[in-house]
């Protein structure tokens, strides 16, 4: 088995190409991955996995990668909420001319089942209940919006085309090897190292929240035993506030309350997210990680790994990024 991943240098599809190492040691895998700054190499380092640094953009390039392979997984895509309402433009780039460079591919390769990536994010903020496969897409931020368009794109090319594809909505990811711009990394090495963290308003937003390997085992199942054209929620074993995340890390880390300090809100911010997952659990899903357990865990990774996080932080574009995001906030 041929497996081509996009993105698998960042943090869920290198997770995923981890977990699909274990899993299915024989199949070879191809992964495609542009390099910007949330694509790091040291989250393969040691894997049998072969990468083409290469923009899903790039329509002969995609081509080339995707010959030969009986799958795809796809991955790659602007994903920082913040970045996207500072500078929208990468994001439809990637995310949705990216995604029609692959699925026309996928088509010419004769590809047997594609796997779209996607985020909770689409259905917008959900004020009670949960959100189901079938639900209006209402995003609220730029990136939400180029995520959306590509979800709607891949859905027309199955009804178009046949494209044997397949969609997932995850909600917020958690664990080792994601970039420190996002909430979770961020606030526990920023305490690792006595910096507060910035909380946004009121700290009230509600998220619920998926160990990334249980999100690499469910887009397995879902690769291979998921109905072609359908949508799949993957959601998480522990649902807060905000707020209450930032307390609880910093009572695990033994770190004081003076460490948070309120900001002005994200524009736009989206207040609750929920998902109804019923669906991937008729496939037989079920988590394998706790909230209790994956958060600690994912505290002693970042703990115990300084060389991997302490030079992203430090580089220069990271350091431009958060004075301009924090400034004057």
């Not at 895509?77 to 591919?105: K, P």
């Not at 799949?232 to 890390?249: A, D, H, K, P």
Request: proline fraction near 3%; include cysteine; charge should be positive.
């Amino acid at each position: 088995m041929k497996i081509l991943v996009t993105g698998g240098l960042g943090f869920i599809g290198s997770n995923f190409i981890r977990h699909l190492r274990r899993a299915r040691p024989t199949w070879r895998i191809i992964n495609i991955d542009k390099r910007t700054y949330a694509g790091n190499p040291a989250n393969l380092a040691g894997l049998d996995v072969e990468t083409i640094k290469k923009d899903i953009c790039d329509a002969k390039a995609v081509d080339w990668a995707m010959t030969g392979c009986d799958l795809a997984v796809h991955f790659a895509a602007e994903t920082h909420v913040d970045r996207s309402i500072l500078d929208a433009g990468a994001f439809l780039q990637t995310n949705v001319i990216g995604t029609q460079v692959l699925l026309d591919a996928a088509l010419r390769r004769k590809v047997r089942r594609f796997l779209h990536v996607s985020t909770d994010e689409v259905y917008g903020s959900v004020a009670k209940g949960y959100s189901k496969e079938g639900d209006h897409l209402e995003p609220n931020s730029p990136y939400a919006a180029s995520k959306a368009a590509s979800d709607l794109l891949v859905r027309s090319y199955f009804v178009t085309h046949n494209a044997p594809v397949l969609i997932t909505r995850a909600s917020n990811n958690y664990g080792p090897y994601q970039y420190p711009e996002k909430a979770l990394p961020l606030m526990i090495t920023n305490f690792m190292d006595g910096v507060s963290f910035p909380q946004y308003g009121d700290g009230k937003q509600v998220r619920d929240w998926l160990h990334v390997v249980d999100h690499a085992r469910a887009i397995l199942l879902i690769l291979e035993k998921g109905g072609l054209g359908e949508v799949y929620n993957i959601g998480g074993s522990y649902t807060c506030r905000n707020r209450e995340l930032i307390e609880r890390v910093l009572k695990l880390m033994g770190k004081g309350k003076e460490l948070i300090v309120r900001v002005k809100d994200r524009k736009g911010h989206d207040r609750r997210y929920a998902l109804d997952c019923s669906k991937l659990k008729r496939l037989g899903f079920k988590h394998a990680y706790d909230f209790e357990k994956g958060l600690r865990e994912t505290i002693s990774w970042y703990r115990d790994n300084p060389r991997w996080w302490r030079p992203l932080k430090t580089a220069g574009g990271y350091r431009s990024y958060y004075q301009t995001q924090y400034k004057g906030r």
